[in-house]
């Protein structure tokens, strides 16, 4: 169960409401408590939000109208959020900030290895969703441009980032990438060369305000080599520092 602040003490900041097209954010968490409030911060500052209580009425709603953000409780019954998550990234890449208690990093690693973006921990202030929601959202909004706006696109060999279309190719095939994987990919590319400790990343790409652990940025390097590198096990460009971090090499 979550530890909720006062019902009067919720973000006052409305700036992210789109009278014409709210975004929509999805709530998949059994218990109805939760949900609610949830609910309840999220309407306050714009979105438009459905809940799910379990995995299968989840997956039922993300297909029928695709979501811009999920938020994921990991204890669900039957179908649990791992597995939700899990298919979820089979053709989506959707942000997922997970909700799981404390004490489950090794559930955390496996949800960031299957796509997961962002996580919160119970028990927690529901003003903490609210303010991660709307940090994800503002990376998507900051660099969301009409299609037919121009690519802006930055080349490195057979690799091609667009930025303003939040788009990665490799050899003419459009990467899967998840929010948080374009965000790391594309802070790294910006910066060529630079050698970034874990914790620096931590702080530029996720946020200075996350607290998650360091290991989150090794999963995530992991996955983006498994979509970016044409080898994985011997990368070209998203290359290891051993003893200090990662770097990217055009």
């Not at 791992?82 to 997970?98: F, G, H, K, Q, T």
């Not at 996720?206 to 080898?231: C, M, N, P, Q």
Request: glycine letters at 6%; hydrophobic letters at 40%; a negative charge.
């Amino acid at each position: 169960m979550g530890e909720w602040s006062a019902p009067d003490d919720q973000p006052d900041d409305k700036s992210v409401a789109d009278a014409a097209a709210p975004r929509r954010v999805l709530i998949v968490d059994d218990e109805p408590s939760i949900r609610e409030v949830l609910t309840h911060y999220l309407t306050r500052v714009g979105y438009e939000v459905v809940q799910a209580a379990d995995g299968p009425e989840a997956l039922r709603l993300a297909t029928a109208r695709p979501p811009d953000l999920v938020v994921l409780d990991l204890m669900l019954p039957g179908l649990d959020g791992l597995e939700v998550c899990r298919r979820l990234r089979a053709w989506s890449a959707v942000p997922i900030v997970m909700l799981t208690a404390r004490g489950e990093q090794e559930d955390i690693l496996r949800g960031f290895g299957l796509g997961a973006d962002d996580y919160v921990t119970k028990p927690f202030s529901p003003r903490e969703v609210v303010v991660r929601v709307q940090a994800i959202m503002r990376r998507i909004e900051a660099t969301t441009v009409p299609a037919m706006a121009l690519d802006g696109a930055v080349r490195f060999g057979s690799l091609v980032i667009q930025p303003p279309l939040r788009r990665a190719e490799r050899d003419g095939q459009v990467l899967d990438l998840t929010a948080k994987e374009f965000d790391l990919l594309h802070f790294l590319t910006s910066h060529p060369n630079l050698v970034f400790t874990r914790q620096q990343l931590l702080d530029h790409v996720w946020g200075y305000d996350y607290f998650g652990d360091a290991s989150t940025v090794t999963v995530h390097i992991h996955r983006l080599r498994e979509k970016v590198e044409t080898d994985p096990a011997h990368p070209r460009h998203l290359k290891t520092v051993w003893g200090v971090g990662y770097k990217f090499e055009p």
